[in-house]
């Protein structure tokens, strides 16, 4: 069954997040949100600026990405806030998604 998908225009840094699967484009990011409870925040456009002002002022949680030009930067950026980063296949994205949201 589907989960539902809460549409957010910024990361609410009060609130401890499990994971948070990022996709990068040139300008702007999008991001799928999850908390320990299952609740899924998906933010359609938001700047690099604005997430790493987020994730400076969150707690550490695990950031995935698919491999492009800027993930090596991210990562470092990520990982001198305190969070953890994993580049993941694009094909082990698609299969989450199927599997979790039908598609």
């Known amino acids: 069954m589907p989960r539902k998908r809460i549409l957010v225009k910024s990361i609410d840094t009060s609130i401890s997040y499990q994971v948070i699967g990022i996709d990068l484009a040139k300008h702007l990011v999008s991001a799928c949100l999850i908390t320990g409870a299952g609740e899924i925040f998906g933010i359609d456009r938001l700047t690099y600026d604005d997430l790493l002002k987020s994730a400076e002022r969150m707690s550490p949680t695990l950031f995935c990405m698919e491999p492009c030009p ?34």
Request: hydrophobic share 30%; net charge neutral; aromatic share 12%.
């Open 70 to 103: 800027e993930v090596h930067y991210l990562a470092e950026k990520l990982q001198g806030y305190g969070h953890h980063t994993k580049v993941i296949d694009g094909a082990a994205v698609k299969e989450y998604i199927k599997t979790h949201f039908g598609g």
